[in-house]
Structures are given as C-alpha cells and as structure tokens.
C-alpha cells in the first residue's frame, strides 16, 4: 500500500536581503510503501534534511506534489491547509530530528510524555510510558526528573528519540537520529524502528552511518547537488 | 511569493471557534488595522508577533470586544450569541460574552486585576459577574482555578500588590480561565518576569493548553515565546497581516521580506 507519493517536488529559497535564491532540489519523485524504509542519500548540503522538512512541512515547497495517504484520507501535503497539518503531526506523521529543543524548566519526563498528553492520553498513563520509553533508550533514571536544559549533547539526543518516537505514527521522518548516540541507544533505536517497520509505519530517513541501520533499509533515494544559487532581482 | 497556494481544510472535522473577517480600525490619521482576517480551530494557539505598533495590541482589543471595529465582522462559539457578529451587539450583551467566554491576561497586572483586593476575591470576581452568589461555591471555583493556574494556595488572600510578577500573573490566569472561556487572550504575558519565572509560566501555559484545550490567542514579541506555545503564527506589520503560517515554517522558512529580516533579528 502507497503511503506517500511524492511526484516532482521542488524546493527553493528565496533570500530577500541577499538577492538570491538558493535550490536545493527540483522535480523529486518517488514512493514509499507502508512498512517500507526508505533511505535519503547524497552529499552534504544537496538538501537531504530540505526534503524531509517539506513533507513535514516547515519548509514551504516551491511547486510539486507530496499526497500522503492518511488514516482520514488523502491529501497533498505540499498545499495542506497548516490547520490539517498540525492535526496529522499530532496523530500520525513524527519527526525526529537531530536536536532536543528542551522547554526550560520541563523535566525530561514531561517532555517525552507531551506527545500522548496531546492526544488525549491521561497524565498518569503518560508519564507511565514516558518512563518506559526513556528506560528503553538507557536514560539514567536519576535524570527522568532533571530538566534536560542541562543534559549532555548524548542525553539529550535520548530525550529527543523517546519523545519523537513514544507516539505510534503511520509515517517516520529521521533527520540523522545516531548521531551523538552510544551503542546501547543505537540499539534501542534500531529495536523501536523494527518495531515500527513492522507495524506498518513507513520511514523516510537520512542517516550519516547508514550501516547503523542496514538490515532495516529496503532502498534508497539519491539527491544530486544542484547548481548552488541563482541570483534574482533583488527586492526592497 | 513563489509557493504553492495552500488549500482549504480537508482533513480537520471541526469549524473554528473564532472567525474574525477585514477588521479595519482607525484612530484619528493613524490606521491601526487594515483588512485583518483570522481564524482559530478549537484548541488551537495562535500566535501574533510584529512590532510596536504594527497593530498588535489593537487587534487584541476588538477581539476582546473593548472597542468596535470601523468595519469587519467577529464570530465567536459563544452561545447563544453564536450566529451573531459581535460587533453588533449591545453593550450589556457585550459584557455578558466578554465575562462567560473571554479571558484576557495583560503584561500589566494592573490593568487585569484589583490590587488591593484579595487574590481569590479578585478570580472569584468573575463567577460573581456570571452570576455565582453562594459564598462557598465562589472560594471553591477561586481555589481550583488558582490551583490549575500554580498559584500557590497558602497565599490566595494576599492581594496582588504584595505578589511577585510571576504570581499576578497567575492571578490573573486563574481569573481569566475561571469560566473555562471559549477564547484566551494573552498580551506579552511573560514580557518583563524574570527568565526562570518566564519559564514557569509558559509550562503553565503549556499544561493548560493540552488539559483545557482553550483557544488561545497569544501576542508577543519574543519568538522564543510564541515557538513555545503557538501551533500558528501571523505576522504583522503596519496594521496588516504579512504572512501567516505554521510556527516552525514561519522560523525556519519565512517567505516575506519582512519576516525574514524579523526571524533573522533573534539573538
């Protein structure tokens, strides 16, 4: 079962105070099954993290379509109205991102347990799973009540992979998840994304160690560095 | 701009509970909002971030029924004058909607609470104008919305003056939510407490934007504010609405000239 359907996506950027417009991909196409794992190679700055932002949509794209099938029905997501994005963001398409951004004076059992908050679940249930979920990624449970603002780049990386991934999503997107993990995390992650490759969720990620994740790879997707930038009238 | 014009709803069941259409307000020679449209889905945080004087604050006060428009209609779900723009209302029935489905919490606590009054006289206020006499069920209804609010308890007949900046705030939250109001507005709620206090409030905020699920309207200036709370972003700029978009997308890829130079202005 199609899951995504990405059919010649562009993206540009657009930088008024330069004059300059900067494009990173044009007319990208592919698919991605249910239960599929996909990979997104190519070199540094050829707009791998780019195209994952626009499906999730904090970057606008340019042209191009992105119909994702969700449990309500199909929608292009490259011109989804926000309020229909932020509902499938809170029920069914993750994000995980390299960084934790950590709410100052929120405890890491709060934050990872945000996500079921949102949906609904009942606050002791949530902070049940939230503790299950940071135990899986080995986070010291003298820290679970400590405020991850002050967490080591490793610690907070673990935050960050028990919240983006404590919620069951239909579709994964992983911006370099490893890095700044130790080896007993990489294992969890590569346990809780079999998991989920196994449910069905289907994974569009990029990752710096693609061995990290090798038996869970199905294929891949290669961007080519485009022309850097084009210059353009400059606007007041 | 060069993107892709974005399609109406398709997914989302619900219709918003807040439809303000082409608000136009002018003071003397200064237009103060230009063509002005918004909505809000239930639950929702909208932020609004722009100058001084970009329209902010006025916006704030139309929506908080404090002045008429010079034109633009308002909906609100705010039975039963749901049907109604509220900008045709009567004042007495202006009142009413105000005090049973419209919370505001100003960046000065003065102009929000009674200073000199007790802190649950001044919440209980509120249930008073809605028509609440029983003494009992007044402390009970104070005592739990100060309690939603982290208010401490042990200080809820302190009056305000004698509070910390962090705490009038929470008074007046705990005012402005007593009634469970169909829309909250906050003006710069946190402008001006201390960072860890700022920090406090917002995980306040935060808490009740998930267990409430009100409606939130928020203005500030402090992007790392309205990254904090805001589902959605508008922003403004000479009375107008230059672009609005989800808060990430509006950080991270701002299309206007404007929001640009603004993203890029954060330290």
Known sequence: ?236 | MQTLPLKPPQLTQHNPVVRATGLQKTYGQVVALRDVSLVAYPGEVLGIVGESGSGKSTLLRLLNLQESADAGTFYLEASPHDQQDLFTLDRYQARQVRVRHIGIVYQNPHLGLRMNHTSSGNVAERLILAGERSFGSLRRAARESLQVSDFPLGRMDDPPRKLSGGMQQRVQLAKAIALKPTLLLLDEPTTGLDVSVQALVLDTLKRLQYELGITMLIVSHDLGVIRTLADRVMVMRDGRVVEAGLTDQILEDPQHPYTQQLVHAKL
């Open chain 1, 1 to 236: 079962m199609t899951l995504l359907s990405v059919q010649h996506l562009t993206k540009h950027f657009q930088i008024h105070a330069l004059g300059r417009e900067v494009r990173p991909f044009e007319g990208l196409s592919f698919e991605l099954k249910a239960g599929e794992f996909k990979l997104v190679t190519g070199p540094n700055g050829a707009g791998k993290s780019t195209l994952l932002r626009c499906i999730y949509r904090s970057y606008l794209p340019t042209s191009g379509r992105a119909v994702y099938h969700s449990s309500l029905g199909s929608i292009d997501l490259a011109c989804a109205a926000d309020v229909d994005i932020t509902l499938l963001r809170r029920s069914e398409i993750g994000y995980v991102s390299q960084f934790l951004r950590p709410r100052p004076r929120a405890s890491a059992l709060e934050l990872v347990a945000e996500p079921l908050l949102h949906a609904g679940v009942a606050r002791p249930l949530a902070l049940e799973q939230a503790a299950t979920s940071l135990q899986e990624f080995g986070l010291k449970p003298e820290l679970w009540e400590a405020y991850p603002t002050t967490f080591s780049g490793g610690e907070q990386q673990k935050v960050n992979l028990a919240r983006a991934l404590i919620r069951p999503n239909r579709l994964l997107l992983l911006d370099e998840p490893t890095a700044s993990l130790d080896l007993a995390a990489r294992t969890a992650l590569l346990r809780r994304l079999r998991e989920l490759k196994e449910r069905g969720v289907g994974l569009l990620g990029i990752f710096h160690h693609p061995e990290d994740v090798g038996s869970l790879v199905d294929n891949g997707i290669e961007i080519q560095i485009q022309e850097e930038e084009v210059a353009v009238g400059r606007q007041a």
